[in-house]
């Protein structure tokens, strides 16, 4: 079960702002899923293979050709702020 | 690229594929018959989308080593795995207003990260290591290996230890495009941490970034954002299947690979192993040298001098591959023939060398040209030498007292009268000759 620190934590890490007073009712939440998945653990899968996927498929390949055509002007256009085809943001180290 | 606007959906580039599949075999390591795709999940303005496409429990390519060479001793160095993934954009540090430049254009680009075990001791190994895999990926050509232009690029974790200990709390580096760099960066580093852990302090897990200008690694993250990619198998992408008949394709189709070759230059060509290596360090070079060896019909040790000397000499002053040479092997192997048929000596082959690389022609047409045919008309020779003891008596009568120097003065002598042409070894054999036929060192004057 998560304390209230590991959702905070969560939060931060997922990078979304939690009220205070919403905390406790993510928390409860958030153990309502745990709960799910300690059910499904209980199920025995012994001898069965993982799946990585839903759909028993694997990954179909693209031919190594360029298929894109340039449209950096038109990107960059809906961005806030660019300089010299870059797109400026917040400085990310001191 | 990649900038995660809404409903675009990533496809696996198959080239990407074949080159892992190359590196996995050129390594002696296993392709996986099946891999998978993660996503690994964390915030950096690089990274649009909030996770990278990469690769975590079951990579592309598992173990495998490299040989590398440091100081003379060679070291095997083990290979974790080597996994796909997708490229993040490049961050320009440098003041935009304050704010940080991003360039987008390889974000989402295909990947290949190799990890190696904790199996490197010192900044020099670590060195020796990335130049070897550098040359090897160039090798099988699966990289074009520029370093400035991000192709080929290095992160070092770094951790010290007390000896015996169990190995230390490890710092990642990065922004490391050059040897040099990566070398100076993990000897800073290793002297950092020494002096925070003797000072009392602890190392903490990190990312740093080194700083070229200030010669120093700095943290790149705040300390309490512990990493934590919750990594998860991305629901985008399939697993991907590796069939036993596209490896063997890939078998076929690659080179044969450095060790073999530096192997087959020592026993087969009777090198010895510090040549072998220097010439299996780039595939241009190793090719350069086996098409001349082939021209020449033989005499692989003078080749490989030739090669490593004024050859190489002259590709480092054009800053040029062997390939890019203005001298073809079968030039070079022309050159070499008339120095060991005698027709020129070795110092006018690098005058004749000099000409060939300044676009002068073939090797033969200089050499008539500027005269360089070397004399070995016995005749000839006794002649100057008759002349040069004619006019030398004070160096014959030193050479007669036991005064071995003036041998020496006497040959220079000859070679100068013959304007560097006469067959060297003819003129000592026709001097020492000439000088004994009245008397040797030390003996009667007439």
Redesign the interface.
Known sequence: MLTLEEVQAIADLARIEVPEGEIAALQQQLNGIFGLIEQMRAVDTAGVEPMAHAIDLTQRLREDAVTEEDRHALYQEGAPQVEAGLYLVPKVIE | ?D?ALPGVLP???????VRAIRFGLAVGGAVAP?S??ARK?Y???DLPK?YQISQFE?PVVVGGEILIAVEGAEKRVRLTRAHLEEDAGK???ED??????????RAGTPLLEIVSEPDLRSAKEAVAYAKTLHSLVRWIGICDGNMQEGSFRCDANVSVRRPGAPLGTRCEIKNLNSFRFLEKAIDFEVRRQVELIEDGGKVVQETR?WDPQKGET?S?RSKEDAQ?Y?YF?D?D?????ITPQAIARERDALPELPVAMRERFIAGHGLPASDATTLTASKALADYFEAMVKAVGGEPKTCANWVLGEFSALLNRLEVEADAGPVAPVALAGLVKRVLDGIISGKSAKDVFAAMAAGEGEADAIIEAKGLRQVSDAGAIEAIVDEVLAGNAKQVEDYRAGKEKAFNSLVGQVMKASRGKANPGQVNEILKRKLGEDAGPGGLAS
């Open positions: 690229m900038l496809v696996l580039n198959a080239g990407a594929v099946r998978v795709f999940n915030f950096y303005p909030g079951l961050s320009l540090h935009f207003h304050g704010m940080s430049g991003i360039d987008l254009n970034l700095r790149m934590d919750r198998p629901p992408l399939l697993p991907l299947e």
